[in-house]
């Protein structure tokens, strides 16, 4: 396994021109939350000052506790110590609860976490940075994380959904038997069976199996784990949630930052809600404020004010942050500086910025995770068969495709040719023209927008009858494409981590981690 290439993010045309944007610090106001040393001492000086010795202490009892329920690395309980101390932080990224880990994205984005607590444990030998992964135990949609996918199968759980999935308990085994029967001839399948049996046993819930991984994978680069399903942590939101309940600050306030990013960019991530919590019990549903009175949506359950405080201050542990509040309750229970996510959770972040300061709580910085990409020798030959090279599947491969198909072509050049003289000879008539009365004017513009469709009929003509002659080499462009998107997405986002660690095991982990930069946002391309 070697690197092939790096692509920078900016130079990619599916990736949103808001992080690319973000990334060229080309956002008024977001200056300070791009990722660079100097906006990095000026983050822990804020946490220092706002994260209070209470806070720490809460936070060190919980994750003592959450960790002792599986054996803990050297390098963990190392970790678990200095977050006792007021000049340690924590750089975090979290996920959904997937099925042994869903997407493959999965382990590149705590890869990164992992590798930037280093880099930042290096420029600043006075401090210490600690790697967490955030358990998101309290999503509710099921059917998003029930299942994942390798190159020859798809595998899928069941469960009864609307409640916290990380509360859910795995109940069935079928997929287990389906997953070995794929990967016990692997060199490291036996690895990855018994990784699963051990992880979705009868009677584990999701929460539990996700740690048993993630722990399994990563306990020896000290990372720690964190479930914020916790009354104590959410004993911390109280005023936060009372203030959300109560004047829905988080509404308010985003709706300039909305505003200008639908303005400028199409469209916002996440809308925020005018109350952004749900009421969790054995199912999660949303909260509203309808007729005065907070309504749990699709429940019979509703609350007066003066009930709905009281329970808040009773049992906090049964309120949840929907996807926006959910980074507040991060950044107030943690001591971090610095939050690694999907280009998506980037973008609804970046929404929370007035909503922060509204509370005085420090705005982390934020970077866009690394992507990676595994292609084989064979794949990258036959690219380079055809005229391309990787970076090229990462553009409008439509366009790309056409030029191929075109590239030899005899009459395209010809044709381009004779349009070029047409507009050249008009561009003369038309300065006659204007000297002349207005209708002739028109009937000479007219008369070349006329002349000049033909030409683009010749050419989409053209390029149907290049489609059929080369048919032999638009399928393998096409079987290319798929090699390297399969399901006409990213590989990152299709896969599962098993298709790659069942040939190469942690060596394959050694490799991606070594190779990630942690001060660039870009996808970086391996040959295996």
């Known amino acids: 396994m070697k690197i092939l290439t790096n692509i920078?993010?900016?130079?990619?045309?599916?990736?949103?021109?808001?992080?690319?944007?973000?990334?060229?610090?080309?956002?008024?106001?977001?200056?300070?939350?791009?990722?660079?040393?100097?906006?990095?001492?000026?983050?822990?000086?804020?946490?220092?000052?706002?994260?209070?010795?209470d806070h720490r202490k809460v936070l060190c009892e919980v994750l003592q506790e959450q960790h002792t329920i599986l054996p803990q690395s050297e390098q963990q309980q190392s970790n678990l110590r200095k977050l006792e101390s007021k000049q340690t932080f924590t750089v975090t990224t979290g996920h959904q609860l997937n099925l042994f880990t869903g997407p493959v994205f999965f382990i590149y984005k705590i890869l990164q976490t992992i590798k930037l607590a280093e880099f930042l444990n290096g420029k600043f030998p006075s401090k210490n940075f600690v790697p967490l992964f955030w358990l998101a135990s309290e999503d509710h949609d099921f059917e998003e994380i029930n299942h994942f996918k390798?190159?020859?199968?798809?595998?899928?759980?069941?469960?009864?959904?609307?409640?916290?999935?990380?509360?859910?308990?795995?109940?069935?085994?079928?997929?287990?038997?389906?997953?070995?029967?794929?990967?016990?001839?692997?060199?490291?399948?036996?690895?990855?069976?018994?990784?699963?049996?051990?992880?979705?046993?009868?009677?584990?819930?999701?929460?539990?199996?996700?740690?048993?991984?993630?722990?399994?994978?990563?306990?020896?680069?000290?990372?720690?784990?964190?479930?914020?399903?916790?009354?104590?942590?959410?004993?911390?939101?109280?005023?936060?949630?009372?203030?959300?309940?109560?004047?829905?600050?988080?509404?308010?306030?985003?709706?300039?930052?909305?505003?200008?990013?639908?303005?400028?960019?199409?469209?916002v991530q996440v809308n925020p809600r005018e109350i952004n919590l749900f009421y969790l019990s054995e199912t999660?549903?949303?909260?509203?404020?309808?007729?005065?009175?907070?309504?749990?949506?699709?429940?019979?359950?509703?609350?007066?004010?003066?009930?709905?405080?009281?329970?808040?201050?009773n049992h906090p542990e049964r309120f949840s942050p929907n996807a926006l509040m959910r980074p507040v309750y991060q950044e107030t229970i943690l001591p971090n500086i610095a939050y690694i996510g999907g280009n998506a959770e980037i973008m609804y972040w970046l929404e929370l910025k007035n909503y922060f300061q509204k509370l005085s709580l420090p705005f982390p910085i934020l970077i866009p995770r690394n992507s990676m990409l595994m292609i084989s020798e064979k794949t990258v030959s036959k690219t380079k068969n055809l005229g391309l090279e990787i970076n090229d599947f990462f553009k409008n491969f439509a366009v790309v495709t056409n030029n191929v198909l075109l590239k030899e072509n005899e009459i395209l050049p010809l044709l381009n040719q004779q349009?070029?003289?047409?507009?050249?000879?008009?561009?003369?008539?038309?300065?006659?023209?204007?000297?002349?009365?207005?209708?002739?004017?028109?009937?000479?513009?007219?008369?070349?927008?006329?002349?000049?469709?033909?030409?683009?009929?010749?050419?989409?003509?053209?390029?149907?009858?290049?489609?059929?002659?080369?048919?032999?080499?638009?399928?393998?462009?096409?079987?290319?494409?798929?090699?390297?998107?399969?399901?006409?997405?990213?590989?990152?986002?299709?896969?599962?981590?098993?298709?790659f660690y069942s040939d190469l095991g942690q060596d394959w982990l050694h490799s991606c981690y070594q190779e990630i930069e942690v001060e660039n946002s870009e996808l970086i391309i391996f040959t295996i």
């Open 8 to 53: 920078p993010f900016v130079e990619i045309d599916s990736i949103p021109l808001l992080i690319k944007d973000f990334l060229t610090q080309n956002i008024s106001g977001f200056e300070s939350q791009f990722f660079n040393v100097e906006n990095i001492e000026q983050q822990f000086q804020l946490k220092e000052q706002s994260f209070s010795a």
């Open 284 to 313: 999660r549903d949303r909260i509203a404020f309808e007729d005065d009175q907070f309504v749990i949506v699709d429940t019979d359950l509703s609350f007066s004010k003066e009930e709905i405080l009281t329970e808040l201050e």
């Open 419 to 499: 349009e070029t003289q047409l507009k050249d000879q008009f561009q003369d008539l038309k300065l006659k023209a204007a000297l002349t009365e207005k209708t002739f004017g028109n009937l000479v513009e007219a008369e070349e927008t006329r002349q000049l469709k033909s030409f683009d009929r010749m050419k989409k003509r053209l390029l149907r009858a290049e489609k059929i002659k080369q048919s032999e080499k638009l399928e393998r462009l096409e079987n290319l494409f798929q090699r390297i998107h399969p399901g006409n997405t990213w590989q990152e986002r299709n896969y599962n981590y098993s298709v």
């Open 150 to 267: 390798t190159e020859d199968h798809y595998y899928e759980t069941k469960a009864k959904s609307g409640g916290a999935v990380g509360r859910i308990k795995v109940e069935d085994d079928f997929l287990i038997s389906q997953f070995e029967e794929e990967f016990k001839d692997s060199v490291f399948g036996t690895e990855l069976i018994l990784l699963l049996k051990r992880a979705y046993k009868k009677g584990n819930t999701l929460t539990q199996a996700t740690r048993i991984i993630v722990n399994e994978l990563f306990s020896d680069y000290g990372l720690l784990v964190l479930d914020g399903d916790d009354a104590r942590l959410k004993a911390e939101m109280k005023s936060v949630f009372e203030d959300e309940l109560i004047n829905q600050n988080l509404f308010e306030t985003t709706q300039e930052t909305v505003q200008f990013l639908t303005d400028k960019y199409g469209k």
